[in-house]
């Protein structure tokens, strides 16, 4: 069964040090515009969102690659960015229903979360809050979930 990154949102106190942990892990650099993982602070309303790439089991950023430098790995679900196929397009960061991918300048190549490429997700480590965690996937609430984008998708619903 595949792991993934679990966000309780009544936990997270905004903090950002996921973002940090993120940046600095794969960049050398603390710069949460280099994060994979974000959060958004609501001010006015006091409240956190933290979200990261969901691993679609049908990645639209897949399919939409010309290139074919993304691609899932059967075994463990992950959605992971080849860079050296990645010719830099954005198609992918178009097609990514939930913004999850982005372009890195520096690099000119697309960036999305690989869960560490297998390690324990440094968002996760260091989440002071214990907001984030990483474990086996809930295969009902993933089912839910999608059950609810498709019919989104098919206008059923109105977000």
Sequence with gaps: MSKRIRIEPSKCIGCK????????KH????APSLSRIYNEVFLEEASFVTVTCQQCDDPW???AC?????IKHPDTGVVEVIEEKCVG?????SACPFGMIKYV??????DKCNLCGGDYPECVAFCPTGCLTF??????LRTKILNYVNAVKEGRLEV
């Excluded at 040090?17 to 600095?24: I, R, V």
């Excluded at 300048?105 to 697309?110: D, I, L, S």
Aim: aromatic residues 8%; hydrophobic residues 30%; glycine residues 6%.
């Design 17 to 24: 040090t996921c973002e940090l942990a993120c940046s600095f």
């Design 27 to 30: 960049h050398g650099m603390f």
């Design 61 to 63: 950023c897949a399919r």
């Design 66 to 70: 010309p290139s074919g430098a993304i």
């Design 89 to 93: 397009c954005r198609t992918c960061v």
């Design 105 to 110: 300048e520096y690099k000119q190549k697309a």
């Design 135 to 140: 474990e086996e996937e809930d295969a009902p």
